[in-house]
């Protein structure tokens, strides 16, 4: 977590600007107070507005608004930060930090801090590569500041190549890596399983829920950045694979469990998955026919094995944390309390799946974190939170609580 940390965001002209607000609302979810500046370019790409709302502050934005200088001053406004991260940092404003130009807020903010500073470039890959850039990389890196990406990708122009702005949650661990917050788990594996499984009833059909995958695998990419060596075993999801992570894509909750079990030895398990809890005794081996006149098949389902329970009974080759997920409609932390103790858990994470929350599939979850400490269990209520958010705080207490290995 970021708690009490104070971030002044320079936000330039180029199309990335656009991710900002996301990236404010994720600083801040982390604890960070988030100050904006924006450049006359930059407000071509996203509004003082919308900066304000996301960060609950001003936005500023001329150097020499007199409301700026009597409230603040520029100085006093890169003094009050621990540190300043530009970005989307286009080549126009490298190249002004490179030669010490100071003709705007932005620049001159940069010019009077005594702050760290981070970049996180966004251009077009001519841009990037031309020879002036990366000597004013080179200039600004070898004064101490810091670069995040960019990384390769499409770009707004069209074109593919290296240039595009790294991805908020990227930016954030770097932030986090920044404050001494990064790559805890290095040393450590961590086992995470997530989206539904499929049960076949015939070749064609199968049961399944609606897990999006979506909470798993964000779950996977916040341990993964946090440096455990992470195996992500997934149901059928539409999710973009986490990088960093070793991905093993499987069907059933009998794959899954098979997958898991040769994914150990690990220190870390987190079930996310909304593994089916029974599967058809006897799936047809070819496709059920309607026929006109003929009575409905009548499906006999048996229980699938509990791998969430299988994990935390594994003996010698047991995760040393194993997390579990709740998935209730009605007395969410009651039923997760009895769940954690049934399937033999250390920590439980409950989230209500009424329909009406929208969790499943939703990009928002609100959860408890129920552990026991000294004997008596603990209750966390998290606020709502984005999937991203609820991942990454839980990455961080699983590294508050095992570490890197020395
Ligand atoms: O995928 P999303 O759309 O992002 O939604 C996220 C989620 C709602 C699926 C996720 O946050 C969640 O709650 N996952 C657990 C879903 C679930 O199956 O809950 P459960 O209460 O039925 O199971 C309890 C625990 O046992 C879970 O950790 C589950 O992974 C595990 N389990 C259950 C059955 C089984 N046969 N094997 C298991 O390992």
Redesign the pocket.
């Known amino acids: 977590m970021l708690d009490g940390k104070r971030i002044l965001l320079i936000v330039s002209g180029g199309i990335a600007a656009y991710k900002t607000p996301e990236l404010v609302r994720r600083l801040r979810e982390r604890g960070a107070t988030v100050r904006c500046v924006l450049t006359r370019a930059g407000s071509q790409f996203v509004t003082p507005l919308s900066l304000s709302a996301v960060s609950e502050d001003k936005v500023y934005d001329d150097l020499f608004s007199l409301t700026v200088e009597s409230e603040m001053g520029h100085i006093q406004l890169s003094r009050d930060a621990d540190l300043l991260l530009v970005a989307p940092a286009t080549a126009n404003i490298l190249a002004k930090m490179a030669a010490g130009i100071a003709d705007d807020l932005a620049t001159t903010a940069l010019l009077a801090t005594d702050k760290r500073v981070m970049v996180a470039p966004a251009m077009n890959v001519r841009m990037w590569e031309h020879a002036a850039t990366q000597a004013n990389l080179a200039t600004l890196e070898g004064r101490g500041i810091e670069r995040i990406g960019p990384v390769e990708g499409d770009m707004a122009c069209g074109e593919w190549g290296f240039g595009r702005m790294s991805d908020v949650p990227d930016i954030v661990a770097a932030v986090d890596s920044f404050f001494g917050r990064g790559r805890r788990l290095a040393g450590r594996r961590a086992l995470v ?5 499929h049960e076949a009833i015939d070749p064609v059909r199968y049961l399944a ?10 779950i996977a990419a916040a341990l993964a950045r946090l440096g455990a060596e992470t195996t992500l075993v997934t149901g059928p ?1 539409h999710e973009p694979e986490p990088p960093s992570v070793t991905v093993v894509r499987v069907e059933s ?1 009998r794959d ?2 098979r997958a898991c079990d040769k994914a150990l030895p690990a220190d870390i398990a987190v ?7 029974w599967r058809v005794a006897e799936p047809a081996g070819a496709k059920i026919k309607k026929g006109k006149g003929s009575a409905s098949p009548t499906l006999t389902l048996v ?9 935390a009974a594994s003996g010698n080759r047991r995760p040393r944390l194993v ?6 409609t009605d007395d969410v932390v009651a ?2 309390i009895a ?1 954690r103790v049934a ?1 033999g ?1 250390d920590w ?2 409950a ?1 209500d ?1 009424s329909p009406a929350v929208g ?4 990009d928002a ?1 609100t ?1 408890h974190l129920i552990a026991m400490a000294n004997g008596e269990v603990e209750v966390e209520d998290w606020p709502r939170l984005s ?1 991203q958010a609820v991942a990454e705080r839980l990455a961080d207490r699983i590294a508050d609580t095992l570490g890197a290995v020395s």
């Not at 399983?193 to 499984?197: F, I, L, R, V």
């Not at 997390?323 to 209730?328: D, I, L, Q, S």
């Open positions: 399983t997530s989206g539904p499984t829920n609606r897990s999006s995958g979506k909470q798993g695998h964000a999801t909750a899954m469990r079930c996310a998955a909304a593994v089916a809890d229980e699938n094995p509990d791998i969430l329970a299988t994990l997390v579990g997920f709740a998935a209730e039923n997760a769940k399937k858990c439980i994470v989230n799946v969790t499943f599939g939703g979850n959860v999937k």
